[in-house]
């Protein structure tokens, strides 16, 4: 407060002294402008508030007149024609006074556009009658452009057609509002108000503006468009782009050779809107232009001009398209420039930015990748390429899981299947090959354990498509066995191959020996009839995994295996009763897991080749296997023959021979059909081979290859077995009709049975059927040497499924377990080795196998049947 | 033979369209009681009870629809409704026919269209 006192005392001298006087003179002036201002305004508005009564009031009395004027007819009463009389006059009086005439032009614009149909147009003759419009007239040459303008639009909405000539003068007025507003009345009022309009419009037309008068237009009725055309030559730009819309709209197609020549315009708007026409009707004519002017053009232009290349250009526009996504700057037009690469030719141009790389899809990869062991990759590669001085390289490689080594081994079946499927060179199967086919047979017998009418189907799709149930399976499996199974047996000692024949050899262990023969033919046997013979594989029908007998980990006993422990393959148990409940099977299997427990495992070899009893074949063939030495020697059939079969023999002089030595009875020799057999019957494949060869079909060779390997014993041996004396005599007279070779070892074996009947019934079906398959023999020598040139290479291809089938033989049994059966000795044919045996022979031998296992399988149901039912 | 004449009642809140109305359907043999707005309407239908309601939609006070309404639920009259819309007001007439109108007619209004419908929904009755 100090301050602004000190402030006013400081300024006080400062400030100019007024006349009080004067100051209220000036008051009383404000004050006297300040009432006439509120008198002013308040006389306005009641002047104002006084009309618009007065107006609704004269409305409300002119109302009920119009409405007779617009519905008056002239089959009414006399007193009602009165009355219509009595209004006219009445009107005309009221038409004397401008006030009256402004409130029924205001009624009349106000019902025009509340009413429509009939009473519309009787609205716009009573204006005319009434001489309304007159007064419009009158207006139209005021000097104030708001009273022609409102002149204008009276005319016009009462659809006053005497008036166009008046107001078309106004088209060109140098006022907007009147110049728009003529134009509308124009266009609206007649039909031809377009073509005046297009002819003589200076000024420029807005957008909008051309939207009202396509709105016009549209809305007049039978209006009948001229050729638009006309005026894509006007000087006016905006009457050419009108022009060029109503030529779009109206689709008047006539204009083609304007519209390219207008894409040459320097207006982009003309531009866009001749390339849009062109592209509305596809004028490929065009597109030479299009492209010709691209490059001068703008991007809005750009764009619309890609676009129709897309819509009308064909795969020759690629190239100008691809020259446009390089040289074009604007990030929109190489956008658009894709764009239509893409219309023309869909998926040409695709994703590049922010996609990430992988490597392409590869199913057989994903399975590798989806199995936890890293060697599998090699092991399946070590195998394809499978060189002999690789052997036991290959050998020693660190085991796999089960589940490796079938998705490696199927994947090489697999591959080898598809080269014979392409037909393509077949390719020369190794001695590593087989060896590993023989494993898959064996891991592949896992797979299929039990059969109803189930065939093989080793593709790497259908493993990858039962992959789950598998590794469910074997999980399963070898969590029960964990559980359940008191003893445990290493098999890790059965790797070594000497280990193996030593234990073999052992008389202590002959017992089990044979056994694992046995049951090795058993399995394979029924493997084979399960097997569909030409019909091809049955995917989906693949065979649980819980047929397996030995299956666990084990605990850990032998630490110099250290690696191995960790696969399961290498540490396995069992448990006889998940494995089978009769005990006579189960104390059997376990002696034998107790000697190969036993057995020496310095030189471990692949575990699929030991971990099973049955897969002693296995390996043993792959002891005996003859050696290719030479590319030229595994492309030569009768080189390749001959070393492998001097192979054989070698190989079966160092097994066979000490076997032999120990062995004297005829059951026995059942054993030394493991080793020498399969090589023997490997040349029997080659001949089958060639006669699948001959006939071109793979499947029918593998099956043939699978007939083979599986019949190595007869078959009436099971039926001997277990059949009465009488039956044996019938079964005789079938031995003659169906009999072959093998059946003749069978018969010898009869010489020793209980009843003398069957004894001498033997001898003589034995003379028949050697002399009847002498002859045979004899026919067939000749067609030997046609189809020996096949045999060779159908060889590589029979080995991979003969070594798969080679190993197991089996037969079903009871009403529990298919294979659960008496497991007994079947007759060995080991003295048939014979490494001069001739190709006529195998075929001979081949053939009648052949149809001997297309027996057996018809009557193999018949067979199950009859076990089942005891 | 002289024959009653059909009582209805137009709501318009347009005076001059209402009287344009009213003279048709006057013509047209009807005993028309104007409303020109919401109000009026439930005034007059208190102590009367039309054979028809024709009525515009927006009015003053209470809505076209809130008529409808007025009558369907709380009247409980099931006198046919006719409703006068503007001309792309779908929304509002969808609601009205939910609400129970029966009929309706777009503006500008013909009234020798107004005119059959009236005689057509009251022939329904």
């Not at chain 1, 819509?311 to 190489?334: A, Q, W, Y």
């Not at chain 1, 498509?465 to 598998?470: N, V």
Request: hydrophobic fraction near 40%; glycine fraction near 4%; include cysteine.
């Amino acid at each position: 407060m100090g301050i602004l006192k000190f402030t006013y005392l400081l300024l006080l001298p400062l400030v100019p002294k007024i006349d009080a006087d004067l100051l209220w003179e000036l008051t009383q002036i404000f004050s006297g402008l300040g009432i006439i201002y509120l008198v002013i305004a308040f006389v306005f508005r009641n002047r104002i508030l006084h009309k618009n009564k007065a107006v609704r009031q004269r409305k409300k009395e002119l109302g009920p007149m119009i409405s007779n004027f617009l519905f008056y007819e002239d089959d009414v009463s006399l007193q009602e024609k009165y009355n219509h009389v009595q209004l006219k006059l009445d009107i005309r009086e009221l038409l004397k006074d401008n006030f009256n005439r402004k409130v029924l032009v205001e009624i009349l614009l106000d019902l025009q556009k509340d009413i429509s149909g009939d009473a519309r147009f009787r609205l716009f003759s009573l204006y005319k009658d009434l001489g309304l419009h007159l007064d419009a007239f009158q207006k139209l040459k005021s000097w104030r452009w708001e009273i022609i303008s409102q002149a204008i639009l009276e005319l016009t909405q009462l659809q006053v057609e005497e008036s166009y000539g008046f107001i078309k003068k106004f088209i060109n007025h140098r006022k907007g509002v009147i110049r728009k507003q003529a134009q509308m009345a124009t266009v609206s009022l007649k039909h031809e108000g377009i073509v005046y309009f297009l002819d003589t419009c200076k000024y420029r037309i807005s957008e909008w503006q051309q939207l009202k008068l396509l709105n016009e237009i549209r809305n007049l009725e039978d209006f009948q468009p001229p050729r638009f055309k006309a005026w894509l030559t006007a000087k006016n730009k905006d009457v050419v782009l009108f022009s060029l819309r109503l030529i779009k709209y109206y689709k008047q197609n006539d204009a083609n050779s304007s519209l390219i020549q207008l894409v040459k315009h320097n207006n982009d708007q003309i531009k866009i809107e001749a390339i849009n026409c062109i592209k509305e009707f596809v004028v490929f004519e065009a597109l030479d232009t299009l492209k010709t002017v691209f490059w001068k053009c703008s991007p809005s232009v750009k764009l619309v001009l890609l676009d129709t290349v897309a819509s009308l250009g064909e795969d020759n526009e690629i190239p100008f398209l691809k020259m446009v996504e390089n040289k074009e700057n604007n990030f929109m037009v190489k956008s658009k420039a894709l764009s239509a690469i893409n219309t023309i030719s869909p998926e040409t141009v695709l994703p590049t930015h922010g996609i990430d790389a992988y490597p392409d899809y590869d199913a057989s990869q994903e399975v590798l990748d989806e199995i936890p062991a890293p060697n599998s990759k090699e092991i399946t590669e070590e195998i394809v390429k499978s060189p002999v001085a690789e052997e036991e390289n290959v050998q020693k490689e660190k085991p796999l899981s089960i589940e490796e080594q079938i998705i490696g081994f199927t994947k090489d079946i697999a591959t080898d299947w598809q080269v014979k499927k392409e037909g393509q060179q077949l390719i020369n199967d190794t001695d590593i090959n087989k060896t590993v086919r023989s494993e898959v047979g064996a891991q592949q017998e896992l797979l299929f354990p039990e059969s109803e009418e189930v065939g093989f189907n080793l593709s790497e799709e259908n493993i990858m498509e039962h992959r789950e149930e598998i590794e469910f399976d074997s999980d399963d499996i070898f969590e029960a066995l964990r559980k359940n199974e008191p003893q445990q047996t290493d098999l890790t000692d059965l790797n070594s191959e000497e280990a193996y024949w030593e234990a073999v050899l052992d008389p202590e262990y002959i017992d089990e020996s044979i056994f694992e023969v046995c049951f090795m033919e058993e399995l394979d046997e029924i493997l084979s009839i399960t097997a569909p013979p030409k019909q091809g594989w049955a995917p989906d029908e693949i065979l649980p995994l819980d047929f397996l007998p030995i299956i666990a980990q084990d605990n850990e006993e032998n630490t110099s295996v250290q690696t191995r422990i960790t696969d399961p393959l290498w540490n396995i148990e069992v448990n006889e009763e998940v494995v089978h409940q009769d005990e006579l099977f189960a104390e059997e299997l376990q002696r034998i897991l107790n000697r190969i427990k036993k057995a020496d495992d310095a030189e471990q070899q692949d575990l699929t080749d030991d971990f099973i009893p049955f897969v002693i074949d296995a390996e043993a063939d792959k002891t005996i296997r003859p050696i290719a030495q030479s590319e030229e020697e595994l492309q030569s059939p009768e080189v390749n023959e001959d070393v492998q079969t001097q192979a054989i023999e070698e190989e079966l002089e160092e097994i066979i021979l000490p076997w032999e030595n120990n062995q004297s009875s005829t059951e026995d020799k059942a054993d030394q059909l493991s080793l020498p057999d399969i090589d023997l019957e490997y040349e029997e494949v080659v001949s089958a081979a060639s006669i699948g060869a001959s006939a071109n079909d793979e499947q029918e060779a593998l099956f043939e290859l699978n007939a083979v390997l599986e019949d190595r014993v007869s078959i009436f041996n099971e039926l001997f077995r277990t059949c009465d004396a009488e039956s044996k005599l019938i079964l005789l007279d079938e031995i003659l009709a169906v009999g072959d070779e093998r059946d003749l070892k069978f018969l010898d074996t009869l010489s020793n049975d209980e009843d003398q009947r069957v004894r001498r019934k033997a001898l003589a079906i034995a003379e028949k059927l050697e002399e009847y398959l002498n002859s045979i023999s004899d026919n067939k020598q000749e067609n030997s040497s046609q189809k020996s040139d096949h045999k060779t290479t159908i060889e590589g291809q029979m080995n991979a499924q003969g070594d798969l089938d080679s190993d197991l033989d089996l037969e079903g049994g009871s009403t529990e377990d298919i294979f659960d059966i008496d497991f007994q000795l079947d007759t060995a044919v080991s003295d048939e080795v014979d490494s001069d045996a001739s190709v006529q022979k195998e075929e001979e031998l081949t053939s009648s196998v052949s149809n001997n296992i297309l027996d057996e399988i018809l009557s193999f149901p018949a067979k199950l049947m009859d076990k089942l039912n005891g | 033979m002289i024959l009653e004449k059909k009582h209805l009642l137009l709501a318009e809140d347009d005076e001059l369209l209402a009287s344009l109305l009213n003279y048709r359907l006057e013509k047209g043999g009807y005993k028309v009681h104007l409303a020109y707005d919401g109000r009026e309407v439930k005034e007059f239908l208190k102590e009367h009870t039309p054979d028809i309601i024709v009525s515009d939609i927006m009015m003053p006070y209470f809505s076209g629809i809130e008529i409808v309404d007025h009558v369907r639920n709380e009247l409980n009259l099931q006198i046919p409704v006719i409703i006068i819309s503007s001309a792309g007001n779908e929304e509002n007439v969808l609601n009205a026919f939910e609400m129970g109108a029966n009929d309706f007619i777009s503006k500008p209004v013909s009234p020798s269209e107004l005119l059959v419908r009236v005689g057509r929904e009251l022939a329904k009755m």
